[in-house]
């Protein structure tokens, strides 16, 4: 049997579209189940200028539902599919498949979504890499390593495309709280993804940030911005629980190497202000942006540092256009825009 040649794409890659999942039980954003539904339109609303949505819907009740506010909001409908199936949560970056190129062609990789070792209620949100893989006709491999089922979630892992993967021990190492795969090493993990994503490096980050409900996604961390550049956030308030990890994260980024063994550039992002909802921290990041083909959304937060944040990334992204996109009300489901959605690379 010959050995894959898997290589997990960069997102900045040509992509053929962008999977979401309208939000059908309000559980995930309590009091703001109307507030969101339109900010989902909205979110679909900029991707479909640039490429097609993949919107994962419960039934044939909610897609003419959703279909019918996306013609109030203009959205060119064209732009749309649909693919129905029922979810137990919207958040595809988790449950849904990563798609990577093996040889020529596309691979969809199920990695046993568990919710994140927290939620019990994942029984349709299992299934989301067989719906959607079968929609877009991409045959569709379970993630196993000695035998046995690997949980990893999309948000966890970020690629350059040429071998180097970002995650964080928080997320994947911790003892104790929402374990994935018990009693995995580094070492493990680091096989796994260079047998499914073509991974050669690996850059460990530390801790994640206050409040994500994931415990350390990588996403709301740092972030590859083309081959060799990564940006990762940082908080001003030497008093703010964020400072010293964010600040750990930093040095070990400036300490860390590429596959080529070159040192990758950094670029510094900053945090909004605290945002808390309920007695409840909120893990709002810059972060978390989305990028697509020709174009950046960015999740702003109604704060000073927005303007800053869309600057610097579009320093990052100079052939791209760069947008922002309020999520204030995704935010209170403990995540916004990368979090959302998968990309489906060409």
Known sequence: MSTPNRRF????????????????????????YEAVQWAFVEFIKKIAPFEQVFLVVADENQKNKVAEMLETAHVELTKVSYIIHKTNRSWMRDSGPIIVKNEAKREALNFNFNGWAKYKNIQLDKFIPEKVSHFLNIPLTQVVYKGKPVIVE???????????????????????????????SK??????????LGITNVIWLGNGIEGDDTHGHIDDLCRFVNKD?????????????NYAPLQDNLKRLQNAKLENGKAPKIVVLPMPKRLNFDGLRLP???????????????PTFNDSNDRIALNILSDCFPDREIIGISAIDFIWGFGTLHCLSQQIPE
Request: hydrophobic share 35%; glycine share 8%; with cysteine.
């Open 9 to 32: 794409p960069a997102e900045w890659e040509k992509q053929q579209g962008i999977l979401l999942c309208f939000p059908h039980n309000g559980k995930d954003w309590p009091g703001k």
């Open 187 to 196: 070492a493990d993990y680091e096989a796994v993804f260079k047998e499914y």
């Open 284 to 298: 709002a990041s810059y972060a978390n942006f989305l990028i697509l083909n020709n174009c950046v959304l960015v």
């Open 229 to 241: 550049t990564i940006v990762t956030i940082v908080e001003s308030d030497e008093n703010d629980s």
């Open 154 to 184: 999309g948000g966890a892992i970020d690629s350059n495309g040429c071998g180097t993967l970002l995650t964080s021990e928080e997320c994947l190492m911790h003892p104790t709280i929402q374990v994935r795969n018990p009693n995995f």
